[in-house]
């Protein structure tokens, strides 16, 4: 356990940062859970994947998007 303890403020400094510049939503787990319930993913043991190729462009065309902003 001490062996990966020193990751845990690497890990919040990444995801406090992703959340502020809005990559990630703040509550990712409820996110999921809530894309999840609607049927956007479809979630295999703790992954999750979209249902459809359609939702995965979309995300994908928004995310290039935002990148060249």
Do not use: C, I
């Not at 845990?8 to 999840?36: E, I, N, Y």
């Not at 462009?57 to 935002?66: C, N, S």
């Amino acid at each position: 356990m001490k062996r990966s303890l020193w990751l845990l403020p690497l890990f919040v400094s990444a995801w406090l940062t992703s959340t502020a510049r809005r990559l990630l939503p703040f509550r990712l787990v409820r996110f999921l859970a809530d894309a999840s319930r609607l049927g956007l993913l479809h979630q295999v043991g703790s992954a999750y994947y979209f249902k459809s190729a359609y939702y995965f462009k979309h995300a994908e065309l928004r995310a290039y998007l935002r990148q060249t902003g």
